[in-house]
């Protein structure tokens, strides 16, 4: 049985902060169990959610408290700590800096590592992908601690532990694998892939104030006093989407690919929830982005075909549009599926569905969040996408 600590808390104040965090290492195993994670002599390195540059304790990026806390606790362990992201759109330094990150990493020594800066590597016994150009902070670092946070998000339905490492690969990388890989259960696989090449140890998941709707970056910040952390990113994952409304984890695709490839655990029966149970905790009216429903055909092939008639299309709400083309730059398929054409004075994106790969990097990325998700048909008949 993989160990997953759920605990509640509905605060952001450091200190109370770091007593939750220590009591769920406690349950952990405690002391003998943090020196394990964190050998003596370990180069860590902490990767928060620094999606984009917003104001402190937006729930878009990792909360400056929670970074705070976990220093706190992983500084006793190691004096070599770094911390770094490779946001889509903006520069993860500066996105640090107006999140608070940066002033609470220099008070205690955390130094930023610039994920510019690649490494060209192999992965042994990958499940897709063996070649890979990868930031090197956290590829040569001993020990890789992921903080995101719990968000919706319309390609990959949620993201938490195992898709914020998507992180480690620099800026323009991204798009590419977007490109190579538009299917999400190979996307998955890539993401499954990437957290093995970088050897990810842990993940500690900021529930306190999540985000649903129109995530990851445009949605509406809701409660759920939650922190859930453990080993198996993607057991914790598996905790997240249930105390989000998924009951059933394998309707969500990267946790499906966990289990066919055996990567983690995700089944509730494979995984022991320790501190509170997931009912306790669970919100049943939080906004999902995606409806995972029952298509469930035997054939993977017919699955797939399903999966990529009823995903839904991304469209633009004029009024908020401020016509930057921010959408069109960082489109991976750019420049065949996004036109603007003029609407009440102004331009505004046309897609070109036929093209488009449903990445919905231009709705993670608008920065008015001017473009939302529209359901087909065909996915309300299916109850999916
Ligand atoms: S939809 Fe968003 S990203 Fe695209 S032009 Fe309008 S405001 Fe910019
Ligand atoms: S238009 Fe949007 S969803 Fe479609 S391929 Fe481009 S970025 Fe992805």
Redesign the pocket.
Known sequence: MEKVCLLRHDSYDVDSLERKLREGFEMLGGEAYLRKLIPAGSRVLLKPNLLSMVEKGSPVITHYAMFEAVIRIVSEYSDDISFGDSPGSSDARKAAEKGGLIEVADRYGVKFADFRDEVHVELDDPIMFRYWDVARAPYEADVVISLPKLKTHAMMYYTGAVKNQFGCLYGSQKAVWHTKQPDPMNFAKMLLDLNSLVGTSFAILDGIVAMEGNGPRNGTPKRLDSIIMGEDLAAVDSVAVRLIGYDKVLHVPFLKAVRETGWGKVMPEDIEVLGETIDSLKCDDFKLSRSAGAVNFLSPKLNNLIGSLTAPDPV?IDE?????????EVCPRRPDV?T?VERNGK???KWDYSKCIRCFC?QE???????VTRRKLIGKLFRVG
Do not use: E, Y
């Open positions: 633009v908020k549009c401020i016509s930057c083309r921010m959408c069109d996004i603007f331009k505004v994106p231009c990325l608008c920065p008015k969040g001017a473009i």
